[in-house]
């Protein structure tokens, strides 16, 4: 069964505090890919970055930067010195080389200015 | 630039009516699904399609229907609509060859059941 949590529900911030956003999943695959998309309030998903399961390089992309542990299933999300423009619901999905999405059920990031 | 595109950003229907929504994306994908979004439950699959004319359900299909006529138009459909499909709807599309392509979605339709 594919899996993927996001325990952190709602999250406030003050502008400039670093925050991190966790993603545990489940998955029997070997093989699979995680996503982590963005949601503002427009409602349009952004995709932010893929990797995937034989990768577990950390990545960093300006103030963003994702942390893949197998170990401990775990690809979580760090914003640096966070902004207003952050505000938005943030989605970690899963997909082994199969059929579909799973998604975790998000976490909402309130930036306070 | 890469477009996904919902007919309606609001939709407000009556209990039993039938409902269309249409995606429709231009960036030529054979890929396209229909979620719907819920607080507290995340994005949940409807039906997914590979081809035209191909359809596969995701974890909800109960009360929905979809058709994939043309390669670029995916409709979701809600035969009898019910107050229980009041929800944000979201259409995304993906290319294949790579079933973990990322997804592309279009920017979701509120639709509210009387």
């Known amino acids: 069964a594919q899996k993927v949590t996001q325990a952190q529900t709602e999250i406030s911030v003050v502008e400039k505090e670093d925050v991190t956003l966790d993603c545990v999943y489940e998955t029997r695959d070997t093989t699979y890919y995680l996503f982590w998309y963005k949601q503002p309030p427009s409602g349009e998903l952004v995709f932010l970055i893929r990797r995937n399961s034989f990768d577990e390089q950390n990545e960093i992309s300006g103030r963003y930067s994702w942390n893949f542990q197998k170990s401990t299933s775990s690809f979580n999300f760090t914003i640096t010195a966070s902004q207003v423009v952050d505000s938005a619901v943030y989605f970690c999905a899963l997909t082994p080389t199969g059929n579909q999405f799973y998604f975790g059920t998000g976490t909402s990031l309130t930036v306070i200015p | 630039d890469v477009k996904v595109t919902q007919s309606s950003r609001y939709l407000v229907k009556r209990t039993g009516e039938k409902v269309f929504l249409e995606c429709v994306q231009d960036?030529?994908?054979?890929?396209m699904f229909w979620y719907r979004q819920d607080p507290g439950l995340g994005l949940r699959l409807i039906y997914f399609?590979?081809?035209?004319?191909?359809?596969e359900k995701g974890d909800i299909p109960e009360g929905y229907s979809v058709s994939r006529e043309k390669k670029e138009r995916f409709s979701l459909i809600l035969e009898s609509a019910s107050t229980n499909q009041t929800s944000m709807y979201l259409c995304?599309?993906?290319?294949?060859?790579?079933?973990?392509?990322?997804?592309?979605f279009g920017p979701g339709t509120r639709l509210t059941v009387l």
């Open positions: 995304a599309s993906s290319s294949t060859g790579a079933i973990y392509n990322e997804q592309f």
């Open positions: 399609s590979y081809d035209v004319k191909m359809k």
């Open positions: 960036m030529d994908h054979e890929n």
